[in-house]
Nanobody
Framework: QVQLVESGGGLVQPGGSLRLSCAAS????????IGWFRQAPGKEREGVSC?????????FYRDSVKGRFTISRDNAKNTVYLQMNNLRPEDTAVYSC????????????????????WGKGTLVTVSS
């Protein structure tokens, strides 16, 4: 069965960094695009970043994280990472990874997605 397990969340001060990991199992490495999503209390889930299947040559980011977050994948480990730098209080949320398909958004401000499998999430809190 397909499983996605996130790790790396925690409490960090504004301006700090965290690296999230998404360990996948139950499917061939590189079969799906892998995305990171977040949901803050009282808000809707939003796409943060996504990396294409296979060689990861295509990446998407929402505008508010461009230049601060970097997504990467290691198919040998079937793991996707989200390096988050210069974190802000507004980045506080539960971050989840998901496997499926990501597509270009005509506005360029985020990306469209249709995901088949979801992890349970890891909490990121940015606070002084």
């Amino acid at each position: 069965q397909v499983q996605l397990v996130e790790s790396g969340g925690g409490l960090v001060q504004p301006g700090g960094s965290l690296r999230l990991s998404c360990a996948a199992s139950g499917f061939t490495p590189g079969r799906y695009d892998i995305g990171w999503f977040r949901q803050a209390p009282g808000k809707e889930r939003e796409g943060v970043s996504c990396i294409s299947s296979s060689d990861g040559s295509t990446t998407f980011y929402r505008d508010s994280v461009k230049g601060r977050f970097t997504i990467s994948r290691d198919n040998a480990k079937n793991t996707v990472y989200l390096q988050m730098n210069n974190l802000r209080p507004e980045d506080t949320a539960v971050y989840s990874c998901a496997a499926g398909g990501c597509y270009r958004d005509s506005t360029g401000q985020s990306f469209l997605y249709g995901m088949n499998y979801w992890g349970k999430g890891t909490l990121v809190t940015v606070s002084s």
